[in-house]
């Protein structure tokens, strides 16, 4: 342990650290305490979103997303469209680097786009497969022509992975292993990483807009307990955490060393349910929709809202969160029915079906699993929670190792981008397997529109069919929290989930 560490010991089986400047030192650290450890820091590979939120540390984007959802500029100072929506020329920002000294432009822009096109293994492809191409105009202008005019998933896209534009020569130098050591053009340059422990950032000191930089280093420490971050920002450990149990906020609030900060998701929590992603889809509740009908009526949103989050969620009646211009207005939010969840089991002559639950080592999510397993019970279900550390239930969401996964999923501006990779056929994220011609023309079509009143007609009849199918289970939508010490100036909630690192200081 360093020296001008202080060990305050044991916290719910976590060490706590509070380490304090050497003598002489004037270095700064902002520790950020994370839920989840990021699977690999790669914008094109990643499934994870603790990646994301690393990442937007390291990466700037081609564009930016304000708190009230305004589109603003970043690496991409300006853009437009062509008359049909199908080319989107942007001009980039001139005298930026990567960290690794190489200059930023268009060629890099057309690099990146590409890969995440064409890389084995990318969470991007279907998302930008409209894409036809990139061409370089001149050293900081770029064309990217589109088959389908998809205007808002393509910048929904772009303010996330998809637009975090990476050194062509690091990547080209570290093939699979780019996510081990990223290198990008943000505020902060990677330093290192250990495995379910923590991530080290360091400032950069030629970023293209370093006078909004006052934090020397980052640190995210990996704990994914609510409790076990909480006590680490009460001992002076950490400086922000994330997802702060609503719970927690009321005693936080009384105390004046802390702030909190908060702002309504654009997510929701969801179970993928496998009906054809893998041999575990073949059973009764894989094969046969009663079933899964059952389930979902033997849920109690309201209840789940109230015990586990403080009243703070809303139940979801889709992928769709109130407030959005996109919201499913004529689409209600499924209420607890025990009754008809049994006669749904009896039609199908399997009065108790056995269902394995699978979920992360988060404390929030074994709670609302835990209420899930419960409920279901009283409706005949023998529902088994498996609870697998976060990497390795994505993976098993991925490999379809489950028969029913539960997860959140952050939110992003467009819901094609909240949905299209979870229910096409050949979506990336579609770990239920669910395959459906008639949803996969409305997802489509939707993404090719910019009426919004058309889209929303569209996505209605995606939901209708959904609730027919049931391979995906709604649950709520959440109010992210975060809590903060005082001396932290700055900090200002997103709805995405991100952490904006840009104008934050420590008294």
Not at 217 to 242: K, P, Q, W
Not at 270 to 286: C, E, K, M, Q, W
Not at 313 to 327: E, K, R
Not at 450 to 469: H, K
């Amino acid at each position: 342990m360093p020296s001008n560490c202080r060990k305050f010991g044991p916290v719910l089986g976590a060490l706590i650290f509070a380490c304090g400047l050497a003598p002489g030192a004037a270095t700064q650290t902002l520790r950020i305490g994370l839920m989840a450890d990021p699977d690999n820091l790669d914008p094109t590979t990643s499934r994870s979103w603790s990646t994301v939120i690393v990442l937007n540390s390291i990466c700037d984007k081609l564009i930016d997303v304000t708190p009230d959802l305004r589109i603003v500029p970043q690496l991409a100072t300006e853009w437009s469209w062509s008359e049909d929506h199908k080319a989107l020329q942007m001009k980039l920002r001139a005298g930026v680097k990567f960290h690794d000294g190489e200059p930023f432009n268009a060629a890099a822009v057309k690099y990146t786009i590409e890969r995440h096109l064409r890389t084995r293994g990318s969470i991007l492809q279907e998302a930008l497969r409209p894409i036809t191409g990139v061409d370089v105009i001149d050293d900081l202008t770029v064309r990217i022509n589109l088959s389908s005019p998809i205007s808002g998933p393509l910048f929904s896209r772009f303010v996330i992975g998809a637009g975090m534009i990476i050194s062509p020569k690091a990547a080209e130098t570290a093939g699979e292993q780019f996510g081990a050591r990223p290198v990008c053009a943000g505020p902060y340059r990677f330093v290192e990483r250990v495995v379910q422990n923590h991530i080290t950032l360091e400032r950069f000191p030629d970023y293209w807009d370093k006078n909004r930089v006052h934090i020397d280093r980052i640190t995210y420490r990996i704990m994914a307990d609510s409790t076990v971050r909480l006590a680490n920002l009460r001992a002076g450990a950490l400086d922000l955490i994330e997802q702060v149990a609503p719970t927690d906020v009321t005693d936080l609030l009384r105390d004046s060393r802390f702030k909190i900060a908060s702002a309504m998701s654009l997510g929701y929590n969801r179970i993928y349910i496998n009906v054809g992603r893998s041999d575990r889809a073949l059973t009764p509740f894989g094969r046969d929709a009663r079933i899964r009908q059952a389930f979902n009526l033997a849920i109690d949103r309201e209840a789940i809202n109230q015990v586990v989050f403080n009243g703070e969620a809303v139940p979801a009646n889709s992928w769709i969160p109130p407030g959005s211009p996109f919201y499913l207005a004529t689409i209600a939010a499924p209420r607890r029915d025990v009754a008809r969840a049994k006669d749904l089991l009896a039609a199908a002559g399997v009065p108790n079906p056995k269902v394995e639950l699978t979920l992360h080592t988060i404390p929030v999510q074994m709670q609302v699993a835990e209420l899930i397993q419960a409920m279901t019970r009283e409706a005949g279900f023998d529902t088994k929670l498996v609870v697998l550390e976060t990497g390795s239930a994505i993976q098993a969401g991925h490999r379809g190792d489950h028969q029913a996964y539960l997860n959140g999923w952050p939110g992003f501006l467009d819901p094609d981008h909240n949905i299209f990779s979870m229910l096409h056929c050949k979506g990336s994220l579609n770990y239920s397997g669910y395959c459906n011609n008639e949803v996969d023309g409305l997802l489509e079509k939707a993404r090719a529109m910019t009426d919004v009143a058309e889209r929303v007609r569209l996505y209605t009849r995606v939901r209708e069919i959904l609730a027919e199918d049931e391979p995906y289970i709604f649950l709520n939508h959440l109010k992210l929290i975060w809590a903060h010490a005082a001396r932290l100036r700055g900090f200002v909630p997103h709805r995405d989930g991100l952490m904006r690192v840009l104008d934050l200081k420590l008294d």
